[in-house]
C-alpha cells in the first residue's frame, strides 16, 4: 500500500475515532463527453430552481453524465424549458453513476451521483444560486491535518478540509490567478512544503508568493470536501510547524502518529487514543480567526544519517578549504619569520 493510501485511510480513521465530522464530498469538476447510448430504458426528469425564489429556471444547459468503467463518461445534454424542466432517456446497463449537471452564470451545479437500479423513471432537482463578489460567507468548517514519518528526513501530511460558504450566493472571486480564471480560495501552507498533491475538491492554478494553494472553483452555499498531501524537510529532531488559517476557522485538528509527539500553545485540546492498535495524539482549536497563526512542534522527528563513508570524504574538503583560507598567512609568517633573522 502506498504511502499515501496509508495516511488516507489513518487520517479516517483517527477522525472517526476522535469524533471529527469529515465533509461529504461534492463534484465540481468538469469531464469529458463521448456519445450517449442509444438504448434509452430509464426516463428522467427534473428540475433547475432558482435557490432565492424556488421557482424554476428556463434556458439552463444541463449535462447528463454516466460514470463508465474503464473509459471516459457518456454524456447527453438538454436544455430547461420554460417550466424549468429537463428530460433525459439513459441506458441503464451496468447501473453506473450517473451525474446531472447545471451550467448557471457560468457556474456548474450538481446532483448526484445516482444509480437508478431496476427503476424505469427518476426524478432529480437542481438548485441554482445568484454570484457574488463577496467573500465574507467563506469559512472552514473542520480543518484536519496528519502528520506521520515513514523515512527519516521527511514528514508525510495529509489535510481535510471542510470549506463553507455560509451565504445564499455562490463566491466567485475578486482576483485574476494565473490563465485568466478568478481565485476563489486561497489555502495557505507550511513553509517548506514539497510536492503538493490535490486529490479533491480544488482547481489549482499555482501556488502564491507564500506558498498558498490557489483555487479557482466558485465556492458554492453549503460544504465541498478538499484533500490534499504534501512533505515537510524534517532537518532535526524537534521542528516548528507554522500554520495559518487564512480563513475564518471553527475547528482545526492536528493528528500525530507515534513516535512522533505534538505540542502547541494555541491548540489547547489535547487527546490520545488508540487509532488500529496504534497511539495518535490530537491536539485542537476551535474558532479561529482568519488572522490565526497556530505554532505545532513536532518532536521525535527521525533525520536522516550520514553514511559512515561520507564522514572522511567531508572532513577531506572541510580540511581543504581551511587550508586555502590560511595558506596566504602561513606564507606570511614565515616570510616574517625568516626576514627576522640573525644579520
Known sequence: MSCRARLWIALALVAGVFGVPLAASQGTSAVPSSSMSTAARVEVSGRVLHADTRRPVAGVSVLALQMRSGGSPAEASARTGPDGRFRFRLDPQGNPPTIFQAIYREVAYTSGPHRFGDRRAFATDIVVHETT????GVFIGDRAILVEQNVPGVIEVREVVALGNASTRTYVGTHAAPGGARTTFRL?????????????????????????????????????????????????????VRLTTGWPTLALHVFAALPLRVTSEHLPTREERLVDGRAVQRLSGRHLSAASIVIVRLSGVAVRSMPNAAIPAIAMMIAA????????????RRGDASGSGPA
Open 133 to 136: 463578489a463577496d467573500s465574507r
Open 188 to 240: 495557505p501552507l507550511p513553509n517548506g512544503a514539497a510536492q503538493v498533491d490535490i486529490r479533491q475538491g480544488l482547481a489549482p492554478s499555482g501556488q502564491g508568493a507564500d506558498g498558498a494553494v490557489l483555487d479557482t472553483i466558485p465556492v458554492t452555499p453549503g460544504i465541498r470536501q478538499v484533500v490534499l498531501t504534501y512533505r515537510l524537510p524534517a532537518t532535526s529532531s524537534e521542528i516548528d
Open 321 to 332: 578549504v581551511v587550508l586555502a583560507a590560511a595558506w596566504p598567512w602561513v606564507r606570511r
